[in-house]
């Protein structure tokens, strides 16, 4: 597991990075993964999210995750869903005790808010598309509406696809200069015509910064590249698997 200093430091805040290291699955899975949509056994499935909950301290009925579909959409949960009725949506945002937000992620960054001194915390699933079309805006909005304070949330960006192994193409890079032609500094020339790389994370820490999280902090893995400790949809495609596994993030508001 892994964590950022940042909300290390916020009182009562819990949080952690899974990895995919530490779980029992096996194959494309190996070992920690945390998805039922993946195609894994979901019994294994079941008890990875389980030792995941151990580390935190927590039962596994206090973990609350939902359908990721890309959207903007973030929600307010004061319980967990039961597995079949999970509503779609990309962020959730709590202020009650004990009640771990997860997101799941394979290149995706994965991001963790909190603000300590209102007792709110939220988790959301930031791909390009969500960040871009606002699921950011959304989970802070949904925070403030419980009481957080923008300059006094602290945000972590977990494990994602990075600028080093991120190329996409022209209408990518038109999509995201239509925001702001600022978005251009994210964007690095390939070696392929008409190809780019592309920082997410930065694109995300600016993006929070510009709406006024003054704490934003991101770890320097890269999902891609780091098979041994990361699941990565971008991978998985490459080497024409099936499949991929999710690696769990996730938060708490504790006692």
């Known amino acids: 597991m892994i964590s950022v200093s940042a909300l290390n ?33 979901a019994a294994k499935v079941t008890a990875n999210r389980k030792a995941a909950m151990a580390v ?84 802070l909005k949904l925070m403030t509406e419980m009481g957080a304070k923008h300059q006094n949330i602290v945000v972590g960006i977990g494990p994602s696809i990075t600028r080093r192994s991120y190329e996409v193409n022209r209408d990518f890079l038109i999509a995201f200069m239509a925001e702001t032609n600022e978005n251009g500094y994210f964007f690095q020339e390939s070696v392929v015509e008409d190809r780019y790389k592309f920082d ?33 949809y971008r991978r998985s495609c490459l080497l024409g698997e099936e499949n991929y596994g999710r690696q769990l993030s996730a938060i708490v508001l504790e006692e």
């Open 56 to 139: 935190m301290e927590q039962p596994l009925s206090s973990l609350v995750t939902v359908r990721q579909e890309h959207t903007i959409k973030a929600i307010a949960v004061d319980a967990p869903f039961p597995e079949d009725q999970r509503p779609v949506a990309d962020a959730l945002v709590t202020d009650r005790k004990n009640l771990v937000l997860g997101v799941l992620t394979a290149d995706c960054a994965p991001v963790l808010f909190a603000d300590g001194k209102a007792g709110v915390i939220g988790a959301a699933h930031a791909g390009w598309r969500g960040a871009l079309a606002g699921i950011l805006e959304s989970t």
């Open 200 to 232: 997410l994370p930065g694109y995300i820490s600016r993006k929070l910064s510009r709406l006024g999280v003054s704490t934003v902090t991101h770890t320097p893995c890269d999902t891609c590249l780091e098979a041994d400790r990361f699941f990565s």
């Open 9 to 41: 430091d916020v009182s009562r805040v819990r949080h952690g990075f899974f990895t995919r290291q530490g779980g029992i699955s096996e194959g494309i899975y190996e070992s920690l993964n945390c998805g039922y949509g993946s195609g894994d056994d």
